[in-house]
């Protein structure tokens, strides 16, 4: 299958700060990709899709704001936690579809820790 | 809506005995269905799909599936299960509103020896 990467795999930063997380189609163009969250022991939650060139979808409680999503290229979605805090540490995993989206491609994930 | 249920969220199975996880879905339109699995900290590994071909789906590490219209399931079995099964599993369905997946809860396998 389509390999899917993410950068970094782990990062830990202070309450306040912004971090950057990446996400990479690597030998496919993805024309859609999706930012899920996942808490500890939980499923994986929707947050945003996205669209190579066109503004980000949202999911209902999710502050656009704070989690700015950029899909400048068909490889290449950015997700930005925004003055960032405790309560969003998490697990964020991308995942990515091509045009007919019958199959996406997970990337293997990003554990953000704020203290 | 397209939704998932993943019925217990703990299966515990003896090294060699038979793997049963259980899946229900309801959805509108004929759905793709998906086997995930998760080892800790780490991403989703796809075990198999179901787009509307063979109703039996074979996947990965010996696991297969069978997609059950009538009874709306799609349920993942190994006939024998190894030490390293033990991890968790997640089904899911495609026609999230934006074309997204979505999740079931998950169901967390343990394998005793």
């Known amino acids: 299958g389509a390999v899917v990467s993410q950068h970094p795999s782990w990062v830990i930063c202070k309450s306040g700060t912004s971090v950057k997380i990446e996400c990479r189609s690597l030998?496919?163009?993805?024309?859609?990709m999706f930012w899920y969250r996942q808490f500890p022991k939980q499923s994986l939650m929707l947050m945003a899709t996205?669209?190579?060139?066109?503004?980000?979808?949202?999911e209902q409680g999710v502050e656009k704001d704070k989690f700015l999503i950029n899909h400048a290229s068909l490889t290449l979605s950015t997700l930005t936690v925004t003055s960032a805090h405790p309560e969003d540490s998490s697990f964020y995993i991308c995942?990515?579809?091509?045009?007919?989206?019958?199959?996406?491609?997970f990337g293997p994930g990003t554990r953000l820790t704020v203290l | 809506a397209q939704s998932v249920t993943q019925l217990g969220s703990h299966v515990s199975v003896s090294e060699g005995a038979l793997v049963l996880l259980r899946c229900n879905y309801s959805?509108?339109?004929?759905?793709?269905l998906f086997w995930y699995v998760q080892y800790p900290n780490q991403g989703l590994q796809l075990l198999l799909k179901?787009?509307?071909?063979?109703?039996l789906v074979k996947g990965i590490n010996g696991f297969e599936a069978e997609f059950k219209k009538s009874e709306t399931s799609f349920h993942l079995t190994k006939p024998s299960a190894h030490m390293s099964d033990a991890a968790e599993y997640f089904c899911?369905?495609?026609?999230?509103?934006?074309?997204?997946?979505?999740f079931g809860k998950g169901t967390k396998l343990s394998v005793k020896p």
């Open positions: 995942s990515a579809a091509g045009i007919s989206r019958g199959e996406q491609f």
């Open positions: 030998d496919f163009q993805a024309t859609t």
């Open positions: 996205s669209n190579e060139g066109s503004k980000a979808t949202y």
């Open positions: 959805s509108s339109v004929p759905p793709y």
């Open positions: 179901y787009t509307s071909a063979a109703t």
């Open positions: 899911a369905v495609s026609g999230g509103s934006q074309g997204n997946l979505i």
